[in-house]
Structure formats: structure tokens, C-alpha cells
């Protein structure tokens, strides 16, 4: 940890840390807005109006209980784009040697850390939903915004040293030129 607060006094790494977390936001921001909008599509006849997914008032006063396979393909599907989304801003935007991680290996690298992150979430949300119930919005997306933070730090770890690392391709055999 000592080495994470250490790194932070480099500007460029400050820059990154501070680009991830915008990147990070608006990643967030697109997962629960495509995961509210499925869950409105499953459940449009039961909700007030789209807000209500986000509060779990339902027309009749009762609480809506999404079935955990939908409430899971949501989750799913949310997650694809948004991870989607975040490469191509972590590759363009957010990492000052992006082009590291826009190659075959780094793609690579990013979707097997993704779906690492895929099952941390899937797995927590499921948990979660059975734990805690889904019958309320605010439970539902209280695990989702638990689950997102997270999901940041593992994102922004897994990126900066594992895809988006210069030091791993400075070898003899493939060097690139950046």
C-alpha cells in the first residue's frame, strides 16, 4: 500500500490515478444506466415509471422481485459494454502508454482480468440478492454501488501493472517501438 501512495507523487501516475477515476465514474454511470434500462424492459408493467427501478416502487405498492437470472443477465450485459467502454478510454485517454495494451496481448490481458472482474461482480451480486433480497431498488443498487468500489481499485491495479504497463513489453525478443 505503502508503494500505491509512494507512486502517486509521480505527476504522471497522479494524471492516470485521477484520469481513472474519471473514466472509472462514467464507466459506473453507463453499467447502471444499461442494467436499470433491462431491468425496466423485464419489468416495465410492474414499475411507476424508469426512476422506479432505482427506488423499487412498483404500480401496486408491493415489492417487484426480478428473477435472478434476469437481475443476473442485466448484470451481465451492463458489465460487457461498460468494460468495453472503459478499455477504449484506458487505451486512448487515461494511460500515458496506452498503445502498451492495443495489441493482441494487451487486449488479452484486459478481457481475462475483465472476466476476473465479470465473476467478482456477478458473484457479489448474487450473494447480495440472496443475502439481502432484491424485492427493493435500494437494496439492488446499495450491492451494485458496494460492488463498483470495489471493482475500481481492482480495475485500476490490473490496468496500470497488467495491460497498460510499459515494463512488460521492454524485453530483448519483443520490444515495440512506442
Known amino acids: 500500500m505503502n508503494e500505491f501512495f509512494n507512486a502517486l507523487k509521480n505527476k504522471r501516475a497522479r494524471k492516470e490515478y485521477l484520469k481513472s477515476m ?20 423485464a419489468g416495465h408493467e410492474k414499475y411507476l415509471n424508469f426512476f422506479s427501478v432505482f427506488s423499487g416502487k412498483t404500480i401496486d405498492g408491493l415489492p417487484y ?16 459494454v461498460s468494460i468495453l467502454f ?17 495489441n493482441n496481448k494487451g487486449f488479452l490481458r484486459f478481457c481475462i482480468f475483465s472476466l476476473l472482474g ?9 450473494i447480495g440478492y440472496a443475502g439481502i433480497g432484491a424485492n427493493s431498488g435500494l437494496a439492488v443498487w446499495g450491492i ?15 490496468r496500470k501493472y497488467f ?16
Open 22 to 41: 474519471l473514466v472509472g465514474i462514467l464507466s459506473t454511470a453507463l453499467d447502471f444506466l444499461i442494467q436499470a434500462v433491462i431491468m425496466y424492459m
Open 65 to 80: 422481485t426480478l428473477p435472478l437470472s434476469l437481475y443476473l443477465t442485466s448484470i451481465v450485459v451492463s458489465f460487457t
Open 86 to 102: 472503459n478499455y477504449l478510454m484506458c487505451a486512448f485517454f487515461v494511460y500515458e502508454y496506452g498503445n502498451v495494451g492495443r
Open 118 to 126: 465479470l465473476s467478482i461482480t456477478t458473484a457479489g451480486s448474487a
Open 144 to 158: 451494485k454501488i458496494c460492488i463498483s468500489l470495489l471493482m475500481f481499485v481492482f480495475n485500476f491495479f490490473t
Open 163 to 178: 495491460v497498460f504497463n510499459i515494463a512488460l513489453i521492454r524485453d530483448d525478443d519483443n520490444t515495440i517501438n512506442l
